[in-house]
């Protein structure tokens, strides 16, 4: 059979056997290497996606493949009824890296929306357990937020169509207006003694990458101290070095008491985790919460490799150049493109704002040989690996170029 005709093939089998949640674009991804991806049809593209910004490394990198192979063939999986080296190592480093938040301890799991799952729960233990406020219930998000796809997650996603048809959600979370400038505060009033937790993405990511105004950040540390309420920061997206800083918090300037991620932490492999400060994390009492796969040996070593790997290779100093780099370059479209509004985001975590859906744009760049995605239903969201060149983001946006004409 030829390859185009086993694509053509295998999305069709697709449609049979796969549940129907997801729009896949019609190519079935075969191999890749670095920032380049082949179908089974052996088209080559330029992946400017990273797998939802969850491959700094890009594909096949060397050494993640090697630590990979190398963790494989020594143990996979144990569950937490023992230790297992890796996930100590990788609890270490990954507490380190987040000294910014003063002393932590890491809790595993597999994905950005278990992760906020943990954060969640650990806030609630905190309040009734710890403090003994049994009544300190109401968790706050943010309007545009995405926050996951299980049932507390999708309650705080502050996105309607995240939510829909899913009710009635858990009657403890409650969604507040994402600050519009520097002066608007409204989100912070409904924070009271009575609030058990915040959870906030530093940087909206699926909402359209959108920044909050400078110094909310701060103020709603200031109101959390103030009402003893827990702030959790959604890192999920932002976390892993993909602002140019290990952590959004750290670009920030803001410590919150709980941290989430997944995505870029184990340059694809799945991993979910939390970093708690010190005296949150006694709320994880042995039996309050747990994970069969969280922090499994495979997933660990490719952690602990892939951090490695960002730092041995300076790949955060690259996010910063490569990102700047890029927002010029994007800033040109700005100025050609009636339609092209604006540029957003830091880092490689980047966006062109349109006044229309980007859906049809990306298809049209795919269709000249570059992925990316569409964040917030009108940005074009660049999240390319850590290492991508500037002659792969000159493709990229010289593709996005052509499919806005
Ligand atoms: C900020 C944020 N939180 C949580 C999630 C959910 O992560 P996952 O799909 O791994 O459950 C995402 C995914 O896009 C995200 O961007």
């Known amino acids: 059979?030829?390859?185009?005709?086993?694509?053509?093939?295998?999305?069709?089998?697709?449609?049979?056997?796969?549940?129907?949640?997801?729009k896949q674009a019609p190519i079935v991804l075969a191999r890749g290497q670095g920032s380049t991806v082949w179908d089974v049809a052996g088209k080559k593209y330029l992946d400017l996606t990273a797998g939802i910004a969850a491959c700094p490394l890009g594909h096949a990198h060397p050494r993640l493949t090697l630590a990979i192979a190398e963790q494989a063939s020594k143990l996979i999986h144990v569950s937490n009824l023992f230790f297992n080296a890796p996930q100590i190592e990788l609890a270490a480093r990954l507490t380190e890296l987040a000294r910014g938040m003063g002393p932590t301890r890491a809790f595993f799991c597999n994905s950005g929306a278990e992760a906020n799952e943990a954060a969640i729960k650990l806030a609630k233990r905190f309040q009734t357990s710890v403090r003994g406020h049994s009544d300190r219930v109401e968790i706050l998000s943010f309007e545009g937020s995405f926050h996951g796809r299980s049932i507390a997650t999708v309650a705080l996603t502050g996105q309607e169509k995240y939510r829909s048809g899913f009710g009635p959600l858990v009657e403890w979370a409650r969604i507040v207006p994402f600050p519009t400038d520097e002066n608007d505060r409204r989100a912070l009033d409904p924070i009271s003694e009575k609030t058990c937790a915040v959870i906030i993405e530093p940087i909206q990511a699926e909402?359209?990458?959108?920044?909050?105004?400078?110094?909310?950040?701060?103020?709603?540390?200031?109101?959390?101290?103030?009402?003893?309420?827990v702030l959790i920061f959604d890192e999920v997206q932002t976390g892993i070095g993909r602002t140019g800083?290990?952590?959004?918090?750290?670009?920030?300037?803001?410590?919150?008491?709980v941290i989430s991620l997944?995505?870029?932490?184990?340059?694809?492999?799945?991993?979910?985790?939390?970093?708690?400060?010190?005296?949150?994390?006694?709320?994880?009492?042995?039996?309050?919460?747990?994970?069969?796969?969280?922090?499994?040996?495979?997933?660990?070593?490719?952690?602990?490799?892939?951090?490695?790997?960002i730092e041995?290779?300076?790949?955060?100093?690259?996010?910063?150049?490569?990102?700047?780099?890029?927002?010029?370059?994007?800033?040109?479209?700005?100025a050609k493109h009636a339609r092209a509004k604006g540029v957003r985001g830091v880092g490689l975590l980047r966006g062109l704002a349109l006044d229309e859906d980007a859906s049809p744009i990306v298809a049209r760049a795919r269709e000249r040989g570059v992925l990316l995605s569409v964040?917030?239903?009108?940005?074009v969201r660049f999240a390319p690996p850590f290492i991508v060149?500037?002659?792969?983001?000159?493709?990229?946006?010289?593709?996005?170029?052509?499919?806005?004409?």
């Not at 694509?7 to 056997?17: D, G, N, P």
């Not at 800083?245 to 008491?257: C, E, I, K, Q, S």
């Not at 002659?391 to 806005?404: F, K, T």
């Open 262 to 309: 997944a995505k870029g932490l184990a340059g694809g492999v799945p991993i979910g985790a939390i970093l708690a400060r010190e005296e949150f994390a006694q709320a994880l009492t042995a039996g309050s919460h747990a994970s069969t796969f969280g922090g499994n040996p495979l997933a660990s070593a490719a952690a602990l490799e892939n951090l490695r790997t």
């Open 207 to 229: 909402g359209g990458i959108r920044k909050p105004p400078t110094g909310f950040l701060q103020a709603l540390r200031a109101r959390c101290n103030e009402t003893g309420t």
């Open 245 to 257: 800083h290990w952590f959004g918090f750290d670009r920030a300037g803001v410590a919150p008491d």
């Open 389 to 405: 060149s500037e002659a792969e983001l000159d493709q990229g946006v010289a593709a996005l170029d052509a499919a806005l004409q």
């Open 375 to 379: 964040a917030g239903g009108t940005v």
């Open 1 to 22: 059979m030829d390859d185009e005709k086993r694509q053509q093939e295998l999305i069709a089998t697709a449609a049979r056997v796969l549940t129907p949640n997801y």
């Open 312 to 334: 041995e290779e300076k790949l955060l100093e690259q996010v910063v150049a490569r990102g700047s780099y890029l927002e010029k370059k994007l800033s040109a479209l700005v």
